[in-house]
């Protein structure tokens, strides 16, 4: 007798990264507690993430080939859950050289940008979007209230109070 399995066999989150460089030093832990963080502030307690770090040349290519958009971007996020499926499937593709760019310039740490984008992604495919200026507020409040929430600043806000100084 052969035994099956389904997917309540299987844990409730399960995330996998996938680093710029095998073996780097990236920021796992902090992305796992950021994406655990973000999926709770949904309720979402099924999932299976796939998340990626890449280079901007990298993202590049995918932004043109899935959005029809030319350049890099910070994240991009695919939702591969099925049609009334009730468990969350997805990847998160994240640009390292962005993160880095803009953790530069808004004067903070690059594992908390990289962590603002994987909130992002994941509100994204929790069903929130961004498309107008309240939607945009909307999740940005989300993102910061859940950096706090795992003993981060406020990243996106903070970035906006640096420019209007």
Known sequence: MTETTSIEDDPPLQITFIPLNQGACEPEATLRR??????????????????????????????????????????????????????????????????????????????????????????????????TEDQANQMHEIEDRILSSIGMKAVFRAGDQLETQ
């Open 34 to 131: 950021t994406a655990e963080a973000t999926l709770a502030s949904q309720n979402i307690d099924r999932a299976k993430i796939n998340i990626a770090i890449v280079t901007d040349e990298e993202i590049a290519k995918l932004n043109e080939k899935h959005l029809d958009h030319k350049g890099p971007t910070d994240v991009l996020s695919f939702n591969l859950s099925d049609e009334g499926d009730t468990d969350l499937e997805g990847e998160i593709i994240v640009s390292f050289d962005t993160a880095k760019r803009e953790a530069n310039r808004r004067q903070h740490p690059v594992e908390a940008e990289l962590s603002l984008y994987v909130a992002h992604g994941l509100l994204h495919l929790a069903g929130h979007d961004d498309a």
